[in-house]
Nanobody, 115 residues
Framework: QVQLVGSGGGLVQAGGSLRLSCVASRSFFSIRAMGWYRQAPGKQRELVST???????NYADSVKGRFTISRDNAKNTVYLLMNNLKPEDTAVYYC?????????WGNGTLVTVSS
């Protein structure tokens, strides 16, 4: 079973930046894709960004041009660099992985963007 540990959330002013990290407990080879979802208060969980084992990235329209996902295979880690943060980005961000057709979730990390 792959364990996911996310970190990097915090409080930032609008226009600021944060970098989230998600570490997988085992090699990426069994993981088809990793990334991040988020859930704001009173809203459903939504896709933020994912990246496949071959490096293909996918972004929600609301974060395109502001967020960048990357991976370090040697460290089994995926990063999400979030620039030009907006108050509407405030949410709990959940690390995600697709492993052999099964969706796995890590702990959430809270991102709060003040106006």
């Amino acid at each position: 079973q792959v364990q996911l540990v996310g970190s990097g959330g915090g409080l930032v002013q609008a226009g600021g930046s944060l970098r989230l990290s998600c570490v997988a407990s085992r090699s990426f080879f069994s993981i088809r894709a990793m990334g991040w979802y988020r859930q704001a208060p009173g809203k459903q969980r939504e896709l933020v960004s994912t990246i496949t084992t071959v490096g293909t990235a996918n972004y929600a329209d609301s974060v395109k041009g502001r967020f960048t996902i990357s991976r370090d295979n040697a460290k089994n880690t995926v990063y999400l660099l979030m620039n030009n943060l907006k108050p509407e980005d405030t949410a709990v961000y959940y690390c995600y992985a697709s492993v052999l057709g099964v969706d796995l979730w890590g702990n959430g990390t809270l991102v709060t963007v003040s106006s």
